[in-house]
Protein backbone atom coordinates (compact mmCIF):
# COMPACT_ATOMS: atom_id res chain seq x y z
CA UNK A 1 0.00 0.00 0.00
CA UNK A 2 1.77 3.60 -1.19
CA UNK A 3 0.76 6.71 0.62
CA UNK A 4 -1.38 8.68 -1.91
CA UNK A 5 1.58 11.34 -2.50
CA UNK A 6 3.99 8.51 -3.61
CA UNK A 7 3.70 9.00 -8.37
CA UNK A 8 2.92 6.01 -10.01
CA UNK A 9 2.11 5.97 -13.76
CA UNK A 10 -0.97 3.59 -13.46
CA UNK A 11 -2.76 4.99 -10.39
CA UNK A 12 -4.00 8.21 -9.87
CA UNK A 13 -1.80 10.56 -7.01
CA UNK A 14 -3.98 13.08 -5.31
CA UNK A 15 -1.80 13.90 -2.42
CA UNK A 16 -5.40 13.35 -0.22
CA UNK A 17 -7.16 16.51 -2.80
CA UNK A 18 -10.17 16.57 -4.21
CA UNK A 19 -8.51 19.51 -6.43
CA UNK A 20 -5.87 16.85 -7.94
CA UNK A 21 -8.26 14.03 -8.77
CA UNK A 22 -7.74 11.74 -11.09
CA UNK A 23 -4.17 13.42 -11.69
CA UNK A 24 -2.02 10.39 -12.83
CA UNK A 25 1.49 11.20 -13.61
CA UNK A 26 3.70 10.24 -16.07
CA UNK A 27 6.43 8.34 -13.89
CA UNK A 28 6.72 6.25 -10.65
CA UNK A 29 8.40 8.03 -7.99
CA UNK A 30 11.78 6.61 -7.40
CA UNK A 31 11.07 4.55 -4.18
CA UNK A 32 7.93 3.45 -6.35
CA UNK A 33 10.42 2.31 -9.01
CA UNK A 34 13.04 0.24 -6.39
CA UNK A 35 9.69 -1.50 -4.93
CA UNK A 36 8.82 -2.67 -8.58
CA UNK A 37 11.90 -3.99 -9.70
CA UNK A 38 12.18 -5.65 -6.41
CA UNK A 39 9.04 -7.87 -7.29
CA UNK A 40 6.29 -5.59 -4.50
CA UNK A 41 2.96 -5.80 -5.94
CA UNK A 42 1.33 -2.61 -5.64
CA UNK A 43 -2.56 -3.24 -4.29
CA UNK A 44 -3.59 0.20 -4.08
CA UNK A 45 -3.29 3.98 -3.10
CA UNK A 46 -3.75 4.88 1.09
CA UNK A 47 -5.67 7.71 1.74
CA UNK A 48 -3.90 10.76 3.58
CA UNK A 49 -4.25 14.13 5.10
CA UNK A 50 -4.56 16.70 2.51
CA UNK A 51 -1.07 17.74 0.83
CA UNK A 52 0.32 16.11 4.79
CA UNK A 53 -0.60 18.85 6.55
CA UNK A 54 -3.23 18.17 9.49
CA UNK A 55 -2.42 15.02 10.95
CA UNK A 56 -5.98 14.42 11.81
CA UNK A 57 -6.63 11.46 9.52
CA UNK A 58 -8.85 13.71 7.33
CA UNK A 59 -8.95 14.57 3.38
CA UNK A 60 -11.20 16.38 1.30
CA UNK A 61 -11.26 13.48 -1.13
CA UNK A 62 -11.70 10.51 1.05
CA UNK A 63 -12.92 12.15 4.02
CA UNK A 64 -11.98 10.62 7.58
CA UNK A 65 -9.59 7.79 7.94
CA UNK A 66 -11.28 5.50 10.62
CA UNK A 67 -8.63 3.57 13.18
CA UNK A 68 -9.21 -0.37 12.91
CA UNK A 69 -9.17 -1.23 16.13
CA UNK A 70 -11.99 1.74 17.83
CA UNK A 71 -13.83 3.17 14.79
CA UNK A 72 -14.79 6.07 17.00
CA UNK A 73 -10.72 7.22 17.28
CA UNK A 74 -8.47 8.64 14.94
CA UNK A 75 -6.03 6.36 12.56
CA UNK A 76 -4.11 10.00 12.97
CA UNK A 77 -2.08 11.39 10.15
CA UNK A 78 -1.11 12.59 7.81
CA UNK A 79 -0.12 8.62 6.91
CA UNK A 80 -3.48 7.69 8.69
CA UNK A 81 -4.65 5.52 5.48
CA UNK A 82 -1.58 3.45 5.68
CA UNK A 83 -1.80 2.98 9.00
CA UNK A 84 -5.19 1.81 8.98
CA UNK A 85 -4.59 -0.85 6.30
CA UNK A 86 -1.80 -2.35 7.45
CA UNK A 87 -3.20 -2.44 11.08
CA UNK A 88 -6.04 -4.30 9.46
CA UNK A 89 -4.13 -7.00 7.20
CA UNK A 90 -4.88 -5.18 3.72
CA UNK A 91 -0.73 -5.86 3.21
CA UNK A 92 1.97 -6.93 4.81
CA UNK A 93 3.73 -3.42 4.19
CA UNK A 94 3.28 0.24 3.37
CA UNK A 95 4.45 3.10 3.45
CA UNK A 96 4.40 6.60 4.61
CA UNK A 97 5.85 10.01 4.71
CA UNK A 98 6.74 12.27 7.99
CA UNK A 99 7.95 15.58 8.35
CA UNK A 100 6.67 15.83 11.54
CA UNK A 101 5.43 12.85 12.72
CA UNK A 102 3.34 12.15 9.69
CA UNK A 103 4.71 8.62 9.99
CA UNK A 104 5.48 7.77 13.45
CA UNK A 105 2.00 9.01 14.97
CA UNK A 106 -0.15 6.80 12.65
CA UNK A 107 2.04 3.62 13.58
CA UNK A 108 1.75 4.86 17.75
CA UNK A 109 -2.31 5.11 17.13
CA UNK A 110 -2.20 0.99 15.29
CA UNK A 111 0.59 -0.31 17.06
CA UNK A 112 2.53 -0.66 14.31
CA UNK A 113 6.50 -0.81 13.13
CA UNK A 114 7.45 2.07 11.61
CA UNK A 115 10.94 3.96 9.99
CA UNK A 116 11.66 7.27 9.69
CA UNK A 117 14.93 7.23 7.60
CA UNK A 118 17.64 9.68 7.79
CA UNK A 119 17.70 12.65 5.38
CA UNK A 120 19.01 11.54 1.92
CA UNK A 121 18.98 7.26 2.67
CA UNK A 122 15.70 7.21 0.86
CA UNK A 123 15.01 9.45 -2.18
CA UNK A 124 11.86 11.57 -2.51
CA UNK A 125 12.12 12.16 -5.74
CA UNK A 126 8.18 12.01 -7.32
CA UNK A 127 6.72 12.87 -3.99
CA UNK A 128 4.47 15.55 -3.17
CA UNK A 129 6.19 17.45 -0.93
CA UNK A 130 5.34 19.66 2.34
CA UNK A 131 8.57 20.86 3.63
CA UNK A 132 10.89 19.09 1.63
CA UNK A 133 14.08 19.66 3.32
CA UNK A 134 12.27 18.29 6.83
CA UNK A 135 9.72 15.13 4.56
CA UNK A 136 11.02 11.97 4.93
CA UNK A 137 9.35 8.62 3.80
CA UNK A 138 9.40 5.06 4.97
CA UNK A 139 7.77 1.49 5.71
CA UNK A 140 5.13 0.74 8.25
CA UNK A 141 4.98 -2.63 8.87
CA UNK A 142 3.45 -4.82 11.98
CA UNK A 143 6.56 -6.50 12.51
CA UNK A 144 10.51 -5.17 12.42
CA UNK A 145 11.25 -8.07 10.43
CA UNK A 146 9.06 -6.61 8.06
CA UNK A 147 9.98 -2.90 7.98
CA UNK A 148 13.34 -3.63 7.56
CA UNK A 149 13.03 -6.04 4.71
CA UNK A 150 10.98 -2.99 3.26
CA UNK A 151 13.94 -0.48 3.96
CA UNK A 152 16.33 -2.78 2.21
CA UNK A 153 14.35 -2.01 -0.44
CA UNK A 154 13.60 1.26 -0.45
CA UNK A 155 17.42 2.56 0.50
CA UNK A 156 19.31 3.58 -2.29
CA UNK A 157 21.11 6.61 -3.30
CA UNK A 158 19.49 8.84 -6.10
CA UNK A 159 21.98 11.62 -6.87
CA UNK A 160 18.52 13.29 -8.24
CA UNK A 161 17.04 13.29 -4.49
CA UNK A 162 15.28 16.70 -4.28
CA UNK A 163 15.83 17.04 -0.51
CA UNK A 164 19.36 17.53 -0.89
CA UNK A 165 18.95 20.45 -3.00
CA UNK A 166 17.31 22.60 -0.48
CA UNK A 167 18.42 25.93 0.86
CA UNK A 168 18.94 23.87 4.38
CA UNK A 169 22.72 22.18 3.76
CA UNK A 170 22.67 18.72 3.07
CA UNK A 171 24.06 16.07 5.18
CA UNK A 172 26.94 14.16 4.62
CA UNK A 173 25.83 11.45 2.08
CA UNK A 174 27.64 8.11 3.46
CA UNK A 175 27.70 6.05 0.34
CA UNK A 176 29.16 2.72 2.80
CA UNK A 177 25.85 3.03 4.95
CA UNK A 178 23.71 2.60 1.98
CA UNK A 179 22.28 -1.58 2.92
CA UNK A 180 20.15 -4.29 0.79
CA UNK A 181 19.48 -5.91 3.55
CA UNK A 182 18.89 -4.51 7.31
CA UNK A 183 17.48 -7.54 8.30
CA UNK A 184 21.48 -8.62 9.38
CA UNK A 185 21.21 -5.99 12.14
CA UNK A 186 17.94 -7.28 14.07
CA UNK A 187 19.11 -8.29 17.33
CA UNK A 188 17.24 -9.70 20.45
CA UNK A 189 19.19 -8.01 22.86
CA UNK A 190 20.22 -4.73 20.86
CA UNK A 191 18.27 -2.72 24.40
CA UNK A 192 21.08 -4.87 26.58
CA UNK A 193 22.79 -1.73 27.90
CA UNK A 194 20.93 0.98 26.37
CA UNK A 195 19.69 4.38 27.69
CA UNK A 196 16.32 5.72 26.83
CA UNK A 197 14.84 9.12 27.95
CA UNK A 198 11.49 8.90 28.46
CA UNK A 199 9.83 12.51 28.39
CA UNK A 200 8.12 12.49 31.56
CA UNK A 201 5.59 15.86 30.50
CA UNK A 202 3.63 13.31 28.38
CA UNK A 203 3.23 10.34 30.53
CA UNK A 204 0.67 10.30 33.73
CA UNK A 205 -2.38 10.25 34.29
CA UNK A 206 -1.95 13.75 35.84
CA UNK A 207 -0.41 15.18 32.21
CA UNK A 208 -4.37 14.61 31.09
CA UNK A 209 -3.74 11.27 29.27
CA UNK A 210 -6.00 8.46 29.53
CA UNK A 211 -5.13 6.01 32.18
CA UNK A 212 -5.11 3.11 30.10
CA UNK A 213 -2.67 4.82 27.47
CA UNK A 214 -0.64 5.50 30.63
CA UNK A 215 -0.74 2.02 31.66
CA UNK A 216 -0.04 0.58 28.00
CA UNK A 217 3.31 3.42 28.61
CA UNK A 218 4.73 2.16 31.97
CA UNK A 219 3.81 -1.66 30.86
CA UNK A 220 6.31 -1.13 27.66
CA UNK A 221 8.74 0.80 29.51
CA UNK A 222 8.75 -2.07 32.16
CA UNK A 223 8.88 -4.39 29.14
CA UNK A 224 12.37 -2.47 27.97
CA UNK A 225 13.76 -2.65 31.33
CA UNK A 226 13.27 -6.34 31.70
CA UNK A 227 15.37 -6.69 28.63
CA UNK A 228 18.62 -4.76 30.39
CA UNK A 229 17.85 -1.07 28.86
CA UNK A 230 18.32 1.78 31.34
CA UNK A 231 15.13 4.25 31.46
CA UNK A 232 16.00 7.62 32.22
CA UNK A 233 12.77 9.85 33.08
CA UNK A 234 13.22 13.36 31.50
CA UNK A 235 10.97 16.51 32.06
CA UNK A 236 11.07 19.66 30.21
CA UNK A 237 10.18 23.64 31.40
CA UNK A 238 6.58 24.12 29.67
CA UNK A 239 7.86 27.77 29.17
CA UNK A 240 10.43 25.43 26.95
CA UNK A 241 8.00 23.13 25.25
CA UNK A 242 5.62 26.25 23.94
CA UNK A 243 9.05 27.63 22.44
CA UNK A 244 9.54 24.61 20.57
CA UNK A 245 5.71 24.18 19.70
CA UNK A 246 5.94 27.90 18.57
CA UNK A 247 8.96 27.20 16.30
CA UNK A 248 7.84 23.72 14.57
CA UNK A 249 6.04 25.54 11.59
CA UNK A 250 8.56 28.20 10.53
CA UNK A 251 10.04 26.13 7.71
CA UNK A 252 6.26 25.28 6.34
CA UNK A 253 5.20 28.63 4.82
CA UNK A 254 8.78 28.88 3.73
CA UNK A 255 9.07 25.71 1.80
CA UNK A 256 5.95 24.52 1.25
CA UNK A 257 4.57 27.26 -1.59
CA UNK A 258 8.20 26.63 -3.51
CA UNK A 259 8.45 23.31 -3.31
CA UNK A 260 5.09 22.32 -4.42
CA UNK A 261 4.40 24.09 -6.89
CA UNK A 262 7.26 22.88 -8.62
CA UNK A 263 5.60 19.39 -8.05
CA UNK A 264 2.19 20.91 -9.54
CA UNK A 265 4.00 22.39 -12.68
CA UNK A 266 4.85 18.77 -13.51
CA UNK A 267 0.90 18.00 -14.03
CA UNK A 268 -1.62 18.06 -16.82
CA UNK A 269 -2.57 21.78 -17.71
CA UNK A 270 -5.97 21.11 -15.79
CA UNK A 271 -5.07 20.98 -12.45
CA UNK A 272 -3.89 24.13 -10.02
CA UNK A 273 -0.42 25.44 -10.72
CA UNK A 274 -0.42 27.58 -7.55
CA UNK A 275 -1.63 27.55 -4.11
CA UNK A 276 -3.92 30.29 -4.73
CA UNK A 277 -5.33 28.08 -7.36
CA UNK A 278 -5.76 25.20 -4.75
CA UNK A 279 -7.15 27.03 -2.03
Do not use: W
Not at 44 to 68: H, Q, R, V
Amino acid sequence: MLKDNHDTYDLPTTGGSAALAGSVPDNDAFAVDLLRDAGAIILGKAEMDEFAISGSGYSSIGGATLNPYRLTRTSAGSSGGTGAAIASNFAVFGTGSDTGGSIRTPCSFQSLVCIRPTRGLVSLDGIIPFVLSRDAIGPMARTVEDAAIALGVLAEFDPNNPTLTTAIDEPPVQRDKFYDDYTQFLDSDALNGARLGIVRNYVGNANGVDPEITQLVENAIDTMENLGATVVDVSFDNEFLRTMSRTYGNATPVEQKIYLEQYLATLDASYPKTIEDLI
